[in-house]
């Protein structure tokens, strides 16, 4: 009773916080986020087919559900060539998650073709992103993702869940695909 008007990020989280704390839909508005474009820029020439991930590199951000579609677009040759790199923030919490991702990917025999990028800072960021072929980071329930932002400055599109912020996102930027998260074959279509 005491706050006036709140401030969400996207349509989805005002509604999800709304129905949290039991507020009317008008004491919420919805300023989406934003970022400094300095140095986010297209690439000069066009990168190799590669995939990438950046986020932090936790379960909640779902690179697993990333590695198990890559694993499929190798092993059935639907992509040949393509790589992955997987980078985002990283802490000692983090490691043995991102060991297990390791360890599948050796048991698929693709080490050789997939880059982890850890705790990368902004400039090495912005490198990273132009490498890019398409950006995929399948998270349930994201509020907003800035990643969707620093990838569609840098000319790089999205393939993302139909899910959270997602589709106000990409209906607001035309700069990718949604899929229907419904495991790795759907993320690999």
Same mark, same amino acid.
């Given at each position: 009773?005491?706050?006036?008007?709140?401030?969400?990020?996207?349509?989805?989280?005002?509604?999800?916080?709304? $129905? !949290?704390?039991?507020? *009317?839909?008008?004491?919420?508005?919805? =300023?989406?986020?934003?970022?400094?474009?300095?140095?986010?820029?297209?690439?000069?020439?066009?990168?190799? !087919?590669?995939?990438?991930?950046?986020?932090?590199?936790? *379960?909640?951000?779902? *690179?697993?559900?990333?590695?198990?579609?890559?694993?499929? /677009?190798?092993?059935?040759?639907?992509?040949?060539? @393509?790589?992955?790199?997987?980078?985002?923030?990283?802490?000692?919490?983090?490691?043995?998650?991102?060991?297990?991702?390791?360890?599948?990917?050796?048991?698929? $025999?693709?080490?050789?073709?997939?880059?982890?990028? *850890?705790?990368?800072?902004?400039?090495?960021?912005?490198?990273?992103?132009?490498? /890019?072929? @398409?950006?995929?980071?399948?998270?349930?329930?994201?509020?907003?993702?800035?990643?969707?932002?620093?990838? /569609?400055?840098?000319?790089?599109?999205? =393939?993302?869940?139909?899910?959270?912020?997602?589709?106000?996102?990409?209906?607001?930027?035309?700069?990718? =695909?949604?899929?229907?998260?419904?495991?790795?074959?759907?993320?690999?279509?």
């Amino acid at each position: 009773q005491d706050v006036s008007r709140f401030v969400a990020i996207s349509q989805y989280y005002g509604r999800t916080m709304a $129905g !949290r704390l039991g507020l *009317p839909a008008d004491q919420i508005a919805v =300023v989406p986020n934003g970022i400094n474009l300095d140095g986010f820029d297209r690439a000069a020439e066009p990168p190799p !087919r590669t995939i990438g991930f950046l986020a932090r590199l936790t *379960p909640l951000k779902g *690179p697993h559900h990333l590695v198990e579609a890559f694993i499929l /677009l190798r092993s059935q040759g639907r992509c040949p060539g @393509v790589c992955l790199k997987i980078a985002g923030a990283q802490t000692g919490a983090d490691l043995p998650y991102v060991q297990q991702l390791q360890s599948r990917i050796a048991a698929a $025999g693709l080490t050789s073709e997939v880059e982890f990028l *850890p705790n990368l800072e902004r400039r090495a960021k912005q490198d990273f992103l132009r490498s /890019l072929t @398409v950006l995929s980071v399948p998270a349930a329930g994201e509020a907003f993702g800035l990643y969707v932002l620093e990838a /569609l400055a840098c000319g790089v599109p999205v =393939v993302l869940p139909a899910d959270g912020a997602f589709p106000e996102l990409l209906a607001a930027t035309n700069g990718g =695909v949604l899929y229907e998260p419904s495991g790795a074959g759907a993320l690999a279509d």
